[in-house]
């Protein structure tokens, strides 16, 4: 993946004019259980994600964090405000209205890559398609498999297959049905630093050359400096946004919220 | 340890529900079968001793061995003057039992296997009949009958109904209702009370009796009675005390059910438990697997393998006890439902009452847990093998059979080894109870060894399989084809569990039809009379029709068919070849086409001297045409015969035959079991009314059925197909089982799957996609037991046939049912997968995803 000549290509040029939110989510309150027992997990949330932006989530532990990722995705609904997604009010659908949603507009890529042992890597990457009742444009997939570096792989079975290569899969697999947007959780958190950078730098070129808009968590410092603005969250709150920080900024608001 | 298994059962409850009831219905079958078997067992203790109560001394005719066709002689009257002669004497009665059934509103009642009898009224104490509504007969044309017969026919006192007999039917008044001594049940049997002199008249005995009962003076003892009876009458006379009859009897009755009924029985049972085994077997192997992690802490933290053996056993013990106590009490709702069984088959048994002996309890625990424990050893085993690193790591690696390269060789010999032993069981000698002591064996070894070595054909059969379900939907069915394919030992055991049921259906299936395809060749190509004469019941026909039949115009020729058991040259009768049957010469050749092996006979002249001899027969005992021989029919009585020709139906016309006058010169029985026409013009109207004219004349009748050959045929197939579904429903029993086997089986691969689960519905996948993948897996699993089956069904029920190619059972294959069968697996399959699809698709999202991490 490093010997990618395409990685080099700066991502700050292309930046597109502001853009109409892809994801918008206002007033959102997540409570588990009742009574003493009650845990506020988002206390009131609004944020947007504009088309084509990289944005990090980060957060002390229980934070919220992955609660908000998990709403803001459509696999979890909130107690109280709403999420949109790509022009649709999500608490409007019901169970398979939201299945068909996260199936066109909803890609995911998770920290334990989740990828079907009994596919192969090719199988995986274009199961979404599939489940949809679709084939995979040919041009395409050969594109997203030599991008993602898996061109002498694509018969491999994720037993065959190292961590990294395995979520490579996972992130051809979450850009295959150009999707509105993608969602990670701690894409990078199973893996080792090289391959980190790898697949870091995949996500990158997925916003910079084709415009994707990406969210993710993680508690990377130096995963969320790849992004394009870091938004942190604490007690289930927003507490603050950082617009193309370094690791070393980051790490300060972190101490910050901490304190 | 045990309380760590025991806290590991509760946590996992529905799987270890799911485990035990393949236990629990295997044992309740066990149970059920002596619970049931007993019953009927002492039924006719009670029956036998409420017909000898009051009785001290029977005499019977003796028997010169036991005939199976004909009723025993009777006795003559000079029989009493014998007897009065004998000191100690208080009473004597004569005791008539004949074949009749009561007919009313002019239909014949009779069940198609319970007897129907008339029994002749004695007087006390030898009396066994109770009213329970008016009273027993006293004058001509009286008679009382049974309560069930009475309440089922809904029969007022009073009413006029009619008997069938020997003369035709009789018109008699029903004066009592009577229960027989205290027994509760006498099954189907319908019995009618008339006064002697009546039956004797209706019947031809004139001055003849089955059975004289006689009553001692109290100081004279039956046995002391006996024998003095024994010193003064002849050799040809049986002279027993009423205990020792009743005693006698029951033993023979016993002798039947143990012989033959109780291991017939337990044979499904023994399936059953087999299917149950699998899955005992597969849930362990599976759960283990998962639980590697907890056993690799068990053991880092210092267990010794000795103490993870014990977990698992203490497991399986505990499931085993449990499964097999419930399964026992089940085994008394299973008795009762065997009996609704039987009633529904139409063979109305009678039974006792209900009782748990102590021979159940003992054989149906140590069975249901033997069975628990042997089938969780392999993975108790496996379990000790878990390395304690494996605790540390984070993938849990797949424990590796320790002789895995010889595992192949060794199923593959099991196999073998069954497949020789049925064989054994099959072609080569040594008791019935050997054979088919190494026929179960073998089949069990066959099975056992076609689990194993399954794995090696999961995936081309899945791949097979999956095929259509993959063009139908692509991602679904490919991805349940996959999963199917992926653990190929577990999806053959569960496999398996299906493939013992649904062989055994095949084979039965297969087996039915290469008889009943023989029997309806036999039929098509030898009988070229066109109606044949014979009783729905297991009672012959009364002679007085005869005349009746050759008196309609239309008729041609018409002869009919004695049958009676014999010895021949004094050896045990062999229960396939030593049959007599007795036709009558000048019309035989007219209703019946020879194949003749050797010269042809004109059989019109037979004469009383010569005999024709079936193929078997003769290979049997060695003779062949032109020998003389020496047969001895049940009676004593014997005679020679020169065998004539020889000729092959082994289906329809075993033994020997002679001229009906030397039958029934040598024979007691009195009555054909058929006759069969053949009509002057053989054209359809011509038959049909040929058919309505001998019906017609045979009006008095009523249990002779009239029928074309054509009818003769389905009746037959309707006799096989009922004995085939009350097979069918007795492995039924197999089919539950392995249906548990697969959902339970889904449900922990579903387990292991959840977070595939969830990343499928992640992104994107709907739950009815969700539940189309366990579905097809389930499907696919299902068939390829289906297919396995079918193929041990059919290779056995050749391997039958083949072994009784001498009795000419051919071996036909029944492709519409076998398709069938193969939708029922489909069938099985898609059941079997409703409860574990509707939990793989609610799994919740997130939960599925986060798990493990």
Known sequence: ?259 | MILLALRSMAQRKLRTALTAVAIVLGVAMIAGTYVQTDQISSAFEQIEQTANEGVDVVITRREAFSGDFAAPEPLEYDTFRAVHRVEGIDRIAGELWEAGSLVVDGKTIQSDFAPSAVISDVPEPFNAFRPVRGRLPAAAREVAVNSKLAEDEQLRLGQRVGVTTRTGIQRVRVVGVVDYGDVASIGGATLIVARLQDMQGWFQRRGEVTRVLVSGVPDVSPDKLATRLRAVLGENLEVKTGAQTAADDAAEINAQIGGFLTPALLAFAGAALLVGAFIIFNTFSITVAQRTREFALMRALGATRRQVLGAVTAEALAVGVAASIAGLFLGLAFARGLGALFDAAGMGIPRGAMDLAPRTIVVALSVGIGVTLVAAIIPAVRATRVSPVAAMRDEAPAVRPRFARLRHTATVLVALAGLVLVLQGLLGGGTATARLGAMGAGTLLVFVGVAASARYVVQPLAALVGWPLQRLHDTTGELARENASRNPGRTAVTAAALMVGLGLVVFVAVFAQGLKDTIDGGIEDRLSGELIVSSDAVTPLPAGASARITHVPQVDASSPQYIDRVQVDGRPANATTDVLNGVEPAAWPLVYDFEWLGEEVDVSTLGSANALIEEQFGKEHGITVGDTFSVETPTGRTASFRAAGRYRDPAILQGMIIDAHEFLAISAARDPFSFLISVRDDGETAVAEAKADVTRALAGFPTAEVRTGGEYRDWIAGRVDQIIYLLYALLAMSLVISLFGIANSLFLSIHERTREIGMLRAVGATARQVRQIIRYESVITAVIGGLLGTVIGVLFAWLATFALEDLGVGFSVPVRQLIGLLVLAVVVGLIGAVVPARRASRLNVLDAISRGE
């Open chain 1, 1 to 259: 993946m490093a010997t990618e000549p395409l990685l080099t290509t700066t991502a700050a040029v292309t930046e597109p004019a502001p853009a109409a939110p892809v994801v918008r989510a206002s007033g959102l309150v997540k409570r588990y259980g009742t009574g003493g027992a009650q845990v506020d997990a988002l206390r009131g949330v609004d944020v947007t994600f504009a088309r084509g932006s990289f944005t990090a989530i980060m957060g002390p532990s229980g934070s919220g964090k992955s609660t908000l990722l998990h709403i803001l995705a459509g696999l979890d609904r909130p107690t109280e405000g709403w999420v949109e997604i790509d022009g649709t009010r999500l608490d409007e659908l019901d169970d398979r209205a939201l299945t068909l949603l996260r199936r066109r507009a909803v890609g995911f890529i998770f920290q334990a890559y989740n990828l079907l042992p009994v596919l192969t890597a090719e199988g995986n990457i274009t199961l979404p398609l599939r489940i949809g009742g679709r084939k995979a444009d040919p041009a395409w997939l050969a594109q997203l498999i030599d991008a993602v570096g898996l061109t002498d792989r694509r018969d491999h079975r994720p037993a065959e297959m190292s961590g990294g290569q395995q979520q490579r899969v996972a992130v051809a697999r979450a850009l295959i049905t150009r999707p509105a947007v993608v969602f990670g959780d701690e894409p990078t958190g199973n893996l080792d630093s090289v391959s980190s950078r790898e697949i870091l730098a995949l996500m990158r070129r997925a916003v910079d050359d084709l415009d994707q808009t990406i969210v993710m968590v993680t508690h990377d410092p130096s995963a969320a400096a790849v992004a394009d603005s870091v938004v942190f969250l604490a007690d289930g709150r927003l507490a603050g946004t950082l617009e193309r920080p370094g690791i070393d900024e980051i790490l300060d608001h972190l101490r910050e919220l901490a304190r």
